[in-house]
């Protein structure tokens, strides 16, 4: 019931938002920018506003909630996009599309990682290609037994943590393949297990993805490159 209510709350704060989305999709003419909802402003690369101890616990069921939403937006897009084929319209649906799409695989990863209530790296595989390399500002990690080795080990120090993405941006890589860059900046807050010292830290990612069959999986992630922006500090 509280992820239902949640959820609730999450389409409502962002009603503005998906509506600029959307208008801005009927108008463009290639995949551009994303414009974030106002329940995520921007936050600049050198300064970062931390947010409450509650709002960091709470965050993920925000991620789960809109993992879900551009889930079916993806597929309400998908089905516009066939009936529109042929017209002006069709080539932004298909970018709508895209976006929601991907930005449906970047809420289910960060769902993982933010899930303090029920830790556990479950799920990743329904999003890894068959081949994949997770370079984490220089670690690097090409199976799911080394990625537990992080995610319970050096990730484990703040389990209760939350990730705001901005400055989203895709770029086709070869349409035929259906592989796409994703670019975009995460903003981290967390706490320490040790101490309970709230931390924060900006980073800036590249992903390879692959588009794969909207009726039948998701989207799966080929490569991750992580730099970081603004290193991890107590605040």
Known sequence: EGIENYFSLTIQMNQ???????????????ITDVRMPESMPPITTTEIVPITTKEIKEEYLGQKAMATWHEIQA????QAEEKAKGSPE??????????HRFLSLLNFYLDILDNHENRSSKGLELILANEFLLDFNGLKMSSKKEFDGWFYGRAAAAPVCSHRY??????P??????????????????ILKATGM????????TWT???GDPKREKAKIQNILVKSVVDFKAV
């Open 16 to 30: 503005r938002g998906r509506a600029e989305l959307e208008a801005s999709a009927k108008e463009s003419k290639e």
């Open 75 to 78: 597929k309400a897009a998908l």
């Open 209 to 211: 993805v692959l588009e």
């Open 90 to 99: 069709q080539k932004a649906l298909h970018n709508e599309y895209l976006r």
């Open 198 to 205: 709230q931390m924060v830290g900006k980073t800036f990612h």
């Open 166 to 171: 901005e400055e989203f941006k895709i770029t």
């Open 173 to 190: 890589l070869d349409v035929t393949a259906g592989t796409y860059e994703l670019k975009f900046h995460l903003v981290w807050n967390g």
